[in-house]
């Protein structure tokens, strides 16, 4: 049984201040509430290790937006796995749109991220996701099967149980574009298609994939009901506690 998992992405949003007063107000809007999901939050570098303060003794887990693949030495503005373990953190985002589409990483060095996370005993979040033009012209699956392909092919079986997936087509990020349940639903039943090919049937199943594109309290239940979609990874909606919280509870809305 796959676990639910909702993951706020703050992006480059929120200082120390900022991010610390929003998690203790999301523990406190969590208090005696049953059946959550996970809840993860992925705060920037500098504001993580207040983010990691305000969550001790809650259930609640952190991660990170991007991090380095050497273990240390001189690269400069860079982190390492060692550097998030230290704080608490469980997850890395690979791969995220931004990272591929605004600042130029491709596969070969996010197959060595995704290496280094798993190395430094944390947990990928690897997100794959077409553009617009690449969905118009027919080739969504195509360029979604590439983007696993070139990353986890390096990984084992038994590693595949700490990576999670994320589809974000990068056309509804940010756009309030929301794919439908059906898009969203196809493409997961195609990751998971193309990961019983790369690993077996089982790993398939087993793999957790997460939705994020302008998911929003009002649209949580829909896309989240469907089985192939095992959470959210979300920007814009998890800035404000309460439209977070809302995604978080979208079992009660
Ligand atoms: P939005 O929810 O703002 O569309 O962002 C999605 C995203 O990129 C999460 O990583």
């Given at each position: 049984m796959r676990r639910k998992i909702i993951a706020g992405n703050w992006k480059m949003n929120l200082d120390h201040r900022e991010g610390a007063a929003l998690a203790s107000t999301i523990v406190d809007g969590?208090?005696?509430?049953?059946?959550?999901?996970?809840?993860?939050?992925?705060?920037?570098?500098?504001?993580?290790?207040?983010?990691?303060g305000e969550l001790e003794g809650s259930e609640i887990l952190t991660g990170a937006q991007d991090m380095w693949y050497e273990k240390a030495g001189a690269f400069t503005g860079e982190v390492s796995a060692e550097m998030l373990s230290s704080l608490g953190c469980?997850?890395?985002?690979?791969?995220?749109?931004?990272?591929?589409?605004?600042?130029?990483?491709?596969?070969?060095?996010l197959a060595?991220?995704?290496r280094a996370v798993l190395d430094g005993g944390l947990s990928p979040i690897y997100c794959v996701g077409e553009l617009l033009d690449q969905r118009e012209a027919g080739k969504a699956e195509s360029v979604v099967e590439e983007q696993l392909r070139s990353v986890l092919s390096g990984v084992s079986r038994r590693e595949m149980s700490g990576v999670v997936l994320a589809y974000e087509p990068v056309w509804a990020i940010g756009t309030g574009k929301t794919a439908t349940p059906e898009d969203a639903s196809s493409m997961h039943g195609h990751i998971r298609d193309v990961l019983?090919?790369?690993?077996?049937?089982?790993?398939?199943?087993?793999?957790?994939?997460?939705y994020g594109g302008s998911v929003k309290p009002e649209n949580a239940t829909d896309l989240m009901s469907d089985p192939d979609i095992d959470?959210?990874?979300?920007?814009?909606?998890?800035?404000?506690?309460?439209?977070?919280?809302?995604?978080?509870?979208?079992?009660?809305?």
């Open positions: 969590l208090k005696d509430k049953e059946d959550l999901p996970e809840v993860v939050l992925i705060p920037s570098f500098t504001t993580l290790p207040a983010v990691a469980r997850y890395v985002l690979v791969g995220h749109s931004e990272r591929r589409h605004v600042i130029g990483e491709g596969a070969g060095l060595d991220k995704l019983s090919r790369i690993f077996d049937a089982g790993t398939a199943d087993e793999t957790i994939i997460l959470g959210a990874l979300v920007g814009g909606a998890a800035l404000k506690a309460d439209s977070f919280l809302g995604i978080i509870l979208y079992r009660a809305t």
